[in-house]
């Protein structure tokens, strides 16, 4: 060849040798001998995955195993990782594949910083359907998105009232005269008053003297929440009326959890029902709501809201007006209180809805017959594994109790209902999420998180209907979540989270600013 007279002896020996490995080993550009490599390479990482997973090797080759009907995809465009169904392998993937942090955008964008709401859409006419006037009949399964995008919102004013008391948990009686700053996620409504409840009992004073720096935990009166209208013309013609909201947090003192315990059914009032029953509630929340503050400066929970009510009506009697009332946990149980409390304030009351989260049951079947009469209508929002909600009174599901009236045992039941002090009885109608149904939760997430407001938020946010998985389309921020139930979001997520938020001076989750969580 004319090349070797170009090249010195040792170099031409080894560019023969060279060429002599080159044809032994087949240009990579070959097809045959490309696919081999790869599928060695394949090879190699499916057994580096399988010791990782600690499975055992599949029989058959991985392209070859049969899907379930449930994680079927199209096959149009499939992807080689898609056809290896890596759901059913890994535990902590059986979640709707759709819902995979597969796609690692969509997950930085459930992360980000900036929070990303769901459209609000104009209610008009529709305003009344939405508040309750027909129970939300056809509304909740599948879940309207317009009603999903109010309860959240609704959800967003108890955590301001939450943060607003934990940034300052003390109480003096100079404050307790004029409205707290609240922070409110809404800036078209406007505080107007805040509320106190006041516990009937009280701790010696040496208690106090233990620990001088948590003495909000023992005092009798504690802010509770606050009074707010919405002052935006805006947000006024969407809504389709004014509203006035009343937003009650959760308990967080020790004389809270202690009226908690007492858990006696009372009579509310000495009027029977027609049906034939005296309303009874809980001892315990009667008297946050009913006790007025030491030397009468604190007017008691319900004095407060009937009056500034009744004041606001006042103001805005030639508008269209509507009275929002919610709650969580203490506050969800104090807010059905309110509400039967303001349908007796004035002959004609706007129409008065109330939206709870995990609330307890309150009184007995007479009470809660004493609020459908009065045209209260309730929406309680309950988690499947949530305790609270079926607490206090006998641990049955009302599915049990509707079972056993319907099977013969009414009248026994009825007996029961009104000689029995725990005989309780939810109110309104139902819209139950599941803690299972979240692709980002544990399945067996703890107590706490069960009850936890922001985690009810985010099952909400992720509510389609009763037989359906996760919304894809999911909104609300991941951030408070990871911040608060850490130890509950499963470790896929919150691996990948610290590496996913888009502000690279956040490193500690713990840092993130945010509503501080409900002390459940």
Known sequence: MQIGYTLPAPKLQLFQARRAAFQCSGSPLNPQNRAQKQENITTKHLANLEKLLQTEPPKEPPDQIPLPKEHHLETRSKGFFERLNLAGVWREMKAAEEMSPRHLNRLRRLLSTSPEYSPRNNLGIRWREYHGSNDWTGLLDPLDENLRREVVRFGEFIQAAYHCFHSNPSMSMEEAQRPRHVALPDKSYKVTKSLYSTSSMGLPSWVDGMAPDLGWMTQRSSWAGYVAVCDDRREIQRMGRRD??????????????????????????????????????????????????ANGHIPSLAQSVVDEVQRLIQKYKDETLSITITGHSLGAALALLVGDELSACAPNMPPIAVFSFGGPRVGNRAFANRLNSRNVKVLRVVNSQDVITRVPGMFVSEELDNKLRSSGAQKFLDALDKSMPWAYAHVGTELRVDTKMSPFLKPHADVACCHDLEAYLHLVDGFLASNCPFRAN???????????????????????????????????????????????
């Open 244 to 293: 006035i909201i009343i937003a009650l947090r959760g308990t967080a003192t020790c004389l809270e959890w202690a009226e908690n315990m007492r858990d006696l059914l009372v009579p509310i009032s000495q009027e029977e029902e027609e049906n034939g029953g005296l309303p009874k509630v809980e001892c315990g929340f009667l008297s946050l709501f009913k006790t007025r503050g």
């Open 474 to 520: 999911a909104k609300r921020s991941l951030l408070k979540l990871l911040n608060e139930q850490k130890s509950n979001v499963k470790r896929l997520y919150t691996s990948k989270a610290k590496g996913l938020i888009l502000n690279p001076e956040i490193h500690n989750l713990s840092a993130i600013p945010s509503c501080l969580p409900s002390p459940s």
